[in-house]
């Protein structure tokens, strides 16, 4: 199994911009979360899913859209990037509701001019 | 939410055992412990998790006061390899729909050193 793969590693935007972050699982899992690192600070959950077609809200999902068409994939949308998204942006995935462990993707770092 | 509260660095010597702390005074009596851990340049790892009992794994053990309103997390003997920055996280039941949603604190920072 790859785990929790991510998509790019690193991409510098500009201001206004919009890209998609790819995110995607090869281990079944239902469950699936993105969450922000800024500098410094701990994760902060943006949004996250419990299965294909359901999505909701974390901490901080202003700016950010998902969907989740597929049990596999979770993409993150920056819908017109801004400097204050600048961040590390990790993907995560859990088996189910009734599993303990979360596990997370290497990153995408993502600066926004 | 509850919060925890831990140092913001700690050194250890390797192969010496390490005692992470973590006070979390205001623990509701179903949240678990989660530890997890994150290496440099990496996402986050699961360490460990605890609900009253200390626990083992062949990662660390848990070791959880009998109030709850403190943990420590304890590796062995610590390598070069621990070095990395280690969140205790207190967590809702499975069972209550939050399953999904970590809350990280900053962490502690931890330096091994030959």
């Known amino acids: 199994n790859a785990g929790v793969t991510q998509t790019p590693k690193f991409q510098v935007l500009k201001t206004g911009q919009s890209m998609t972050l790819q995110c995607a699982q090869d281990?079944?899992?239902?469950?699936m979360s993105w969450y922000r690192q800024d500098p410094g600070m701990g994760l902060r959950l943006i949004h996250y899913?419990?299965?294909?077609?359901?999505?909701d809200q974390g901490e901080v999902p202003n700016g950010y859209n998902v969907s989740r068409s597929t049990t596999e994939d979770f993409p993150l949308r920056l819908l017109s990037a801004a400097p204050s998204q600048t961040s590390v942006y990790f993907c995560?995935?859990?088996?189910?509701?009734?599993?303990?462990?979360?596990?997370f993707g290497p990153g995408t770092r993502l600066t926004v001019l | 939410d509850a919060k925890t509260t831990q140092p913001n660095s700690m050194e250890s010597n390797e192969e010496e055992p390490v005692h992470l702390p973590c006070n979390h005074s205001?623990?509701?009596?179903?949240?678990?412990i989660h530890w997890y851990r994150q290496l440099p340049s990496q996402g986050p790892e699961y360490v460990i998790h605890?609900?009253?009992s200390n626990v083992n794994n062949r990662m660390a053990s848990l070791a959880i006061a009998e109030d709850r309103k403190s943990s420590t997390l304890i590796l062995h003997r610590a390598t070069l390899r621990d070095a990395a920055v280690y969140y205790c996280?207190?967590?809702?039941?499975?069972?209550?729909?939050?399953?999904?949603?970590?809350?990280f604190g900053t962490g502690t920072r931890l330096q091994v050193t030959l």
């Open positions: 899913s419990v299965g294909a077609g359901i999505t």
């Open positions: 281990m079944n899992h239902e469950y």
């Open positions: 605890g609900l009253t």
């Open positions: 996280i207190l967590r809702e039941p499975l069972n209550t729909g939050t399953a999904s949603k970590l809350t």
């Open positions: 205001t623990i509701s009596g179903t949240d678990y």
């Open positions: 995560a995935s859990q088996p189910g509701q009734l599993y303990n462990e979360q596990f």
